[in-house]
């Protein structure tokens, strides 16, 4: 079938074209585990360069607030062109971005290594605003949310792979001095040991980024289904002025902000919990991370199946509360008792995503890829949150205390899925 008649169906009511599908849903694998290698290294740089919990947020900051800048010029991007050349153009800035680690370890620079965390964060923020609604365009719009469950089943995957890259590659690389005995070495012992330990990040990161060179090649060889016979007049104010109306999209924008913030604390600290709580390295730590990431990717499948039999307003917000009382959990609770409260809360956080930004697309119509892009831009509460949460730690000197940011989030989230549940009440009651 040629590639306009695949697109031809407005309704999307055609069956996904295997090959594309299977492309596109890799990446959803690929960007995981830059999301989660990412969170590991938190950890590893407040040891190599002494950091405060707050300094260490500034890899979030640059990281998720690439997803901030960036994903309305995607939107406007994928608009005028097509989904494939805002994959194309995403994953480009993807390889550059991890290939800019092998400069930054050479310098020795903390500054140039969020650098190219900025640049490759901001090739996964093409991405996502490119995928997200190709996956939901790419067949029945009915069953889109489902179907965007599926993909995105495969990003923990991703980052479960992430997590276990850097625990081997990174985090076992530290060395175990700590910031008193590193503050008492001479500038030479510091330098070597400074220097082997970001040649052990940087490694990771350039090998990443040959491998999604080949990639690109590959997406770029291949026909791609364009999914959409609208306009590619780009008409951003009007359309704007129509989402900022549809209060079932706002919400939803919202909603979506404070569950990547929430997201991101938790697992941005959850090394460092588990090492106050157990009295492990981070390599140790990083076991029960691995952990929560088998939970969360299980739990996402199990929650895709669910959808059949459930509404997805009702699966939200029941996880969004369990999500809050395991955070509850976490700060009042110590020892295995809490360790074991946060990997759980992974659980709850599995169908967040996808089902957010399921909901809150649905109806959006010829506004699907502005509309996208504003989904995207709110995973910037990745990038504001955490960094709170730092603050908050610092100021406090207490981690538990810290996660009082998340379980606030966790039952915005729940308001969310009540809202929402009214709004389909009041739609139905009117028809």
């Not at 040959?210 to 590619?232: C, D, G, R």
């Not at 981070?282 to 059949?308: D, H, Q, W």
């Amino acid at each position: 079938m040629s590639e306009a008649k695949q697109s031809s169906n407005k309704s999307g009511g055609l069956k996904a074209p295997l090959l594309p599908f299977i492309l596109i849903t890799s990446l959803f694998f690929m960007w995981g585990l830059a999301n989660n290698l990412t969170d590991t290294l938190l950890a590893a740089f407040k040891r190599i360069m002494s950091l405060s919990d707050f300094q260490t947020s500034w890899i979030q900051i640059a990281f998720y607030g690439a997803y901030f800048c960036l994903a309305l010029p995607a939107a406007v991007f994928i608009k005028r062109f097509t989904y494939k050349s805002g994959v194309l153009l995403g994953l480009g800035m993807y390889v550059l971005g991890a290939l800019l680690f092998y400069p930054a370890s050479i310098a020795m620079q903390y500054g140039l290594f969020l650098g190219a965390l900025y640049v490759l964060a901001g090739g996964l923020a093409v991405l996502e605003t490119s995928c997200n609604p190709y996956i939901i365009a790419m067949g029945d719009p009915s069953t889109g949310t489902r179907r965007l469950n599926l993909a995105q089943s495969f990003n923990p995957i991703g980052s479960i792979s992430g997590v276990i890259i850097s625990k081997f590659y990174i985090l076992s690389q530290l060395d175990m001095a700590g910031a008193e005995e590193r503050a008492a070495m001479s500038a030479e012992q510091l330098q070597t040991v400074q220097q082997a330990e970001l040649d052990a990040v940087m490694g990771p990161y350039v090998g990443l980024g040959l491998l999604l060179f080949f990639l690109w090649i590959v997406i770029a060889s291949i026909k791609m289904p364009k999914a959409s016979t609208e306009s590619t007049t780009v008409d951003l104010w009007p359309a704007l002025k129509r989402l900022s109306k549809n209060r079932k999209y706002v919400m939803g924008v919202v909603a979506q902000f404070f569950y990547v913030g929430a997201q991101i604390c938790v697992w941005s600290f959850t090394i460092r919990y588990v090492m106050d709580e157990l009295n492990v390295a981070e390599s140790a730590a990083s076991n029960y991370y691995i952990a929560a990431l088998v939970i969360f990717t299980f739990f996402r499948f199990v929650n895709t199946y669910l959808m059949k039999y459930l509404k997805p307003t009702n699966l939200l917000m029941g996880s969004a509360l369990a999500g809050s009382f395991f955070t509850f959990i976490v700060i009042a609770g110590s020892g295995y008792v809490g360790v074991i409260a946060l990997v759980a809360i992974s659980a709850s956080m599995s169908l967040m995503f996808p089902t957010i930004f399921g909901l809150a697309s649905e109806g959006l119509g010829e506004d699907t890829k502005i509309g996208s892009s504003g989904l995207i831009m709110a995973i910037g509460g990745g990038a504001a949150l955490p960094a709170l949460q730092g603050l908050l730690s610092d100021a406090t000197g207490s981690i538990h205390i810290s996660y009082w940011i998340p379980l606030v989030c966790f039952l915005v989230v729940a308001l969310y899925g009540l809202l929402n549940k009214k709004y389909d009440l009041k739609e139905t009651a009117s028809k």
